[in-house]
């Protein structure tokens, strides 16, 4: 079993839509939640970041944490073109911690 | 202020050579990562630099891959004898210490022939 379980997609949806990405871990001693950000032939870059369970909002984007289940998500409200992207769901045991654990990432397509 | 850079940018070579991969990371940042990203594959950590303590290999695969970072800063990572599943986009990230956030390169695409 991996330790990190994300839905590869692909995921289309239309413009203004709500985006829901989700990935499920199976260690409890991770305790960091971070969603990154992947456009084509670019680098990942950090989107949000969270080490407790429940909801963190940063302008369009919540990311939530659920512990007990092991689940994190990531919404996306008033989705655009330009969140068209790859979303990594990575964790980590401390924050910091430089064996970040990644998902293999979920393609979105936000259709005009 | 300049991001990680990486070069190059894409590397094509021939199975059995050598490749040397380049990263110079955020000025400032003490600690260095290198990552691999293989097709539909998550980000695989290959290893972990932090100022002027010996580096964490653990994620190295083989014997056929080594990293070094000079002054603290650039840094090198080699892949002897390539083989095909060599090939991948190899990224560099880099933080102003293990605590912070990583930032990423755009990394190498590498394509063993």
């Known amino acids: 079993q991996k330790e990190v379980e994300q839905d590869p997609g692909p995921l289309s949806v239309p413009e203004g839509a709500i985006v829901s990405l989700n990935c499920t871990y199976s260690?409890?001693?991770?305790?960091?939640f971070m969603w990154y950000r992947q456009y084509s032939r670019k680098g990942p870059e950090l989107l949000m970041y969270?080490?407790?369970?429940g909801n963190k909002e940063d302008g369009r984007f919540t990311a939530q944490v659920d512990k007990s289940s092991k689940y994190i998500s990531l919404f996306i409200r008033d989705s655009q073109p330009s969140d068209s992207a790859t979303y990594l769901c990575a964790i980590a045991m401390a924050f910091g911690n430089e064996k970040l654990t990644f998902g293999t990432g979920t393609r979105l397509t936000i259709i005009p | 202020g300049a991001g990680v850079s990486q070069s190059p940018s894409n590397k094509v070579t021939e199975k059995g050579k050598d490749v040397e991969l380049r990263c110079d990371p955020i000025s400032g940042h003490t600690a260095l990562y290198w990552y691999r990203q293989s097709l539909g594959q998550g980000l695989e950590f290959l290893i972990y630099?932090?100022?002027?303590?010996?580096?964490?290999k653990s994620g190295l695969p083989s014997d056929r891959f080594s990293a070094e970072r000079t002054g603290g800063s650039v840094s090198t990572l080699t892949i002897q004898r390539t083989q095909q599943e060599d090939s991948a986009v190899y990224l560099c990230?880099?933080?102003?210490?293990?605590?912070?956030?990583?930032?990423f390169g755009d990394g190498t695409r590498l394509s063993i022939l």
């Open positions: 630099f932090q100022g002027n303590s010996a580096p964490d």
């Open positions: 969270t080490y407790s369970s």
């Open positions: 260690n409890s001693a991770f305790q960091y």
């Open positions: 990230a880099s933080s102003p210490d293990r605590r912070q956030p990583q930032h």
